[in-house]
């Protein structure tokens, strides 16, 4: 965009007749749009500024009838108060005796309470020991029956690989370990 410096700087190059036409008619077209755009700028901000006004008009309207809203309203909140005031220490009043008569009322019930609820956690108790010793014994009779089952296949096994040791000392020829044995020789 041009500036006023840009527009008083701006040399042609003189011609026999002049100024060169051409460069005059490419600035004087650059000068138009750029007058254009500042033209409809100017436009723009001159409707912005009378928006504006009518908002700040309307604004103060109703900034007065708050002020006198409130007015009204702290007036109403005193009249309100005072009288909030008076109810709420009847209201304290009754409170007070039946907070009263409640908290005897949960004091007991809360003490039938902790006293069921200690029996079902002497059951609980009872009953998760009876399960906690029933699983014990599941568990020596399981872990005796392992030890019997370790006991029984080690004799079991010590008892194949004696035949399998008679076999090869006694020389068996279709024996496959004999085969085996030969091979790795």
Do not use: H, W
Not at 25 to 50: A, G, H, S, W
Not at 79 to 95: F, G, P, S, Y
Not at 166 to 181: H, I
């Amino acid at each position: 965009m041009l500036t006023p410096l840009d527009i008083q700087k701006q040399e042609f190059s003189r011609k026999f007749r002049g100024y060169c036409d051409e460069e005059v008619d490419t600035f004087m077209d650059q000068i138009t749009q750029d007058y254009e755009e500042l033209f409809r700028e100017n436009q723009e901000l001159k409707e912005k500024l009378e928006q504006s006004n009518k908002n700040m008009s309307r604004y103060q309207e109703i900034e007065e009838v708050l002020k006198n809203t409130m007015i009204l309203a702290q007036k109403s909140a005193e009249d309100i108060r005072q009288n909030t005031e008076k109810e709420a220490n009847l209201v304290m009043d009754k409170a007070r005796v039946e907070a009263d008569r409640i908290t005897r009322e949960s004091e007991q019930e809360a003490a039938a309470v902790l006293q069921e609820a200690e029996r079902r956690a002497a059951d609980l108790i009872t009953g998760a020991e009876r399960k906690v010793t029933g699983i014990l014994e599941e568990y020596r009779r399981l872990e005796s029956q392992a030890q019997v089952f370790r006991m029984r296949f080690r004799s079991f096994l010590e008892t194949q690989l004696k035949i399998l040791e008679g076999e090869l000392e006694g020389g068996n020829e279709t024996s496959p370990f004999r085969v085996e044995l030969e091979e790795e020789d």
